[in-house]
């Protein structure tokens, strides 16, 4: 599902204009990312959990030519499915 379908999803289950759709999307999106971005996890009860996690600088490897190059450290964001969810998808 892309965002656009996401948004005629929503219009039709909410009975409101695309318009309106699309700009509460965006509002969740960016609420989600704004929190995120302070480093606060976002709870969704019945869907899941995000989180900023650090990742440890390490050592790998050029693919194409096998030399050793080190990748720094990073922030990456992780998803954490609630039960609801996961008894849906099963």
Do not use: Y
């Not at 440890?56 to 190059?69: D, F």
């Not at 720094?72 to 609801?84: L, Q, R």
């Amino acid at each position: 599902m892309k965002k656009e379908d996401l948004v005629r999803f929503v219009s039709e289950q909410a009975d409101i204009t695309g318009a309106s759709a699309g700009k509460a999307v965006n509002a969740v999106f960016d609420g989600i990312a704004s929190a995120l971005e302070k480093g606060d996890p976002t709870s969704i009860v019945g869907f899941g959990g995000f989180k900023v996690v650090d990742r440890a600088a390490r050592e790998g490897r050029n693919p194409s030519t096998g030399e050793k190059i080190q990748i720094p450290a990073s922030k990456a964001v992780k998803f954490t499915p609630g039960k609801p969810l996961k008894d849906r998808v099963q």
